[in-house]
C-alpha cells in the first residue's frame, strides 16, 4: 500500500496563477480532507470530503475548490493564487475522522511570489 | 475554535518526564495527539474517546477530562526521538471535523 501520496512535493507559483495539487489514497478511506500549515498556526482545515460526490468547507475554505469524483482522488484546486496562500499543504484520509488514526501524505510546499 | 494547548514550547533533557495539555471551549467526543518533526507529515500517537476507550501506542500514555473538556498527554523518561511538535486535535460528535491545536515544541537534548 503507498497510503497518502501528493504531488507534487514543491510547486512555486505567481500572484494569480491557478494549479492543482493532487491528493490519492488506496486505503478505501470514505473520509478526506486537506489542511494548511502555517508556522504558529497548526494544521487548518480547508475542505473535506465524507465520500465520492459529497465535499464541505472547514475553516479555512476561501481561494479553494475541491472536487471528489472517485473514492481514491480528492483534488486542491487554487483559482487564483496569492502571497497568502503560501504554505504547506497536507491530504490526509480516515475510515472515520472522529474516532480514527489520520493518515497524512507528505505535504506540498507551496510558495507564491 | 482551536483548542489551546499548553505550554507552546518545552525543553528536557533525557530521561525527563512531561505533560502537554490539551482545552476545547466546545463539548468533545473525541481527542486526537499527533507528532511532526520537521519537514515531516504528523503521526498519529493516540486518540481518546468519550466514555473511556484509547487508542494508540502503548508507549504513550494520555487522559481525557470529559467534564472539563481537556487531554492531557504524558511523556515518561524522554529519549532524543521524543523531540517535535505535538498537535492535538478534537472533535464533536458527528464531526467530520477535527481541529487541531496550534502546537507544542518538545525538545529533547542529551
Known amino acids: 500500500n503507498a497510503g497518502v501520496t501528493q504531488t507534487p512535493k514543491f510547486q512555486v507559483l505567481k500572484t494569480g496563477q491557478s494549479m492543482t495539487l493532487q491528493c490519492a489514497q488506496d486505503m478505501n478511506h470514505e473520509y478526506m480532507s486537506w489542511y494548511r500549515q502555517d508556522p504558529g498556526m497548526g494544521l487548518r482545515l480547508i475542505h473535506y470530503s465524507v465520500g465520492a460526490g459529497i465535499t464541505d468547507q472547514g475553516e479555512v475554505p476561501n481561494g479553494y475548490n475541491v472536487s471528489r469524483s472517485t473514492t481514491e482522488d480528492f483534488p486542491l484546486r487554487l483559482l487564483s493564487a496569492a502571497p497568502s496562500q503560501t504554505s504547506v499543504y497536507f491530504c490526509?484520509?480516515?475510515?472515520?475522522?472522529?474516532?480514527?488514526?489520520?493518515?497524512f501524505g507528505p505535504g506540498t510546499r507551496l510558495t507564491v511570489l | 475554535q482551536q483548542p489551546v494547548q499548553s505550554p507552546q514550547a518545552v525543553i528536557l533533557r533525557e530521561g525527563e518526564d512531561a505533560v502537554i495539555n490539551c482545552s476545547s471551549s466546545k463539548a468533545l467526543y473525541s481527542v486526537h495527539w499527533y507528532r511532526q518533526k520537521h519537514g515531516e507529515a504528523p503521526v498519529f500517537l493516540m486518540i481518546l474517546l468519550k466514555g473511556g476507550e484509547q487508542k494508540g501506542h502503548e508507549k504513550i500514555s494520555a487522559s481525557f477530562n470529559e467534564k472539563k473538556q481537556q487531554s492531557s498527554l504524558y511523556l515518561t523518561a524522554s529519549q532524543l526521538s521524543y523531540s517535535g511538535t505535538y498537535f492535538c486535535g478534537t472533535a464533536g460528535a458527528g464531526s467530520y471535523q477535527l481541529t487541531f491545536g496550534k502546537g507544542t515544541k518538545l525538545s529533547v537534548i542529551p
Open positions: 490526509a484520509s480516515s475510515p472515520r475522522p472522529e474516532v480514527s488514526e489520520q493518515f
